[in-house]
Every structure is written in structure tokens, then in C-alpha cells.
């Protein structure tokens, strides 16, 4: 594979169809010790993220539990 003169590089069919690489989607470059990562850029928020806080409340975990379980 070869640079461009405008620094594009062709990534290979196989390797777009693999990891989802189609056309306006955005990806990321990541310089590592032993060359370049590109990785396919998302918004992947982590499970815990999504719901920490969502109760507003400032309540211990057992008793609350306890409460929903109407007991």
C-alpha cells in the first residue's frame, strides 16, 4: 500500500467489510510504540456511566432494594 500525494491510503475491501468500515464513517489515529492504530471512532459509553446517578437520590443500596421489593 502506498501514501498519496495528499496522505490517503486505500484500506483494503476485506478489512472495511470486517470492521464496519464504510464511507462517512469517522475514525480515530492513535500513535503507539510500534506504529499507528486506526480505530474506528464511537460513542460508546460504558454501562455504568449510563446509569450512575439516574436515582437523584441519596439512599443505601439495601434498604432501597429492600423497598422496591415491598418488603
Do not use: W
Not at 502506498?2 to 470492521?19: C, D, L, M, N, S
Not at 503507539?32 to 436515582?55: A, F, M
Amino acid at each position: 500500500m502506498k501514501i498519496g500525494e495528499r496522505g490517503q491510503v486505500t484500506i483494503p475491501k476485506a478489512i472495511r467489510e470486517k470492521y464496519g468500515l464504510l464511507p462517512q464513517i469517522e475514525v480515530d489515529f492513535l500513535l503507539k510504540e510500534t506504529g499507528i492504530l486506526i480505530r474506528k471512532k464511537t460513542h460508546h459509553v460504558s454501562p455504568v456511566e449510563q446509569v450512575y446517578g439516574i436515582l437523584g437520590k441519596n439512599v443505601q443500596t439495601d434498604p432501597y432494594i429492600e423497598s422496591i421489593r415491598g418488603r
